[in-house]
């Protein structure tokens, strides 16, 4: 298991540390790198708990519009599959 302790910088999250056991190598992270918040799961929980009017500013609404309806669509999927 791996954790990453995450923060929102923009439109990206930083990873400001990285803890893990054995295969914490084998994550594609690093301390201090940066990424798309829509792309990473820490980032797609720290906009989860934002505002949606935030999210807007950061990404414009038709980004923000288009992760919704993607996460929406897979959230539809799991449902079908009876998770």
Known sequence: MVVHLTVLDGPDVVDLDKVGGRFAAAIPSRVGGH?????????????AW??????????????????????????????????
Not at 35 to 47: D, M, R, Y
Not at 73 to 78: H, L, N, Q, S
């Open 35 to 47: 990424a798309p918040a829509h792309c990473t799961a820490g980032g797609k929980a720290i906009l």
């Open 50 to 83: 934002i505002a949606p009017e935030r999210v807007d500013a950061l990404f414009g609404s038709v980004l923000s519009r288009r992760i919704f309806l993607q996460s929406e669509e897979k959230v539809e999927a799991y449902y079908r599959r009876g998770f």
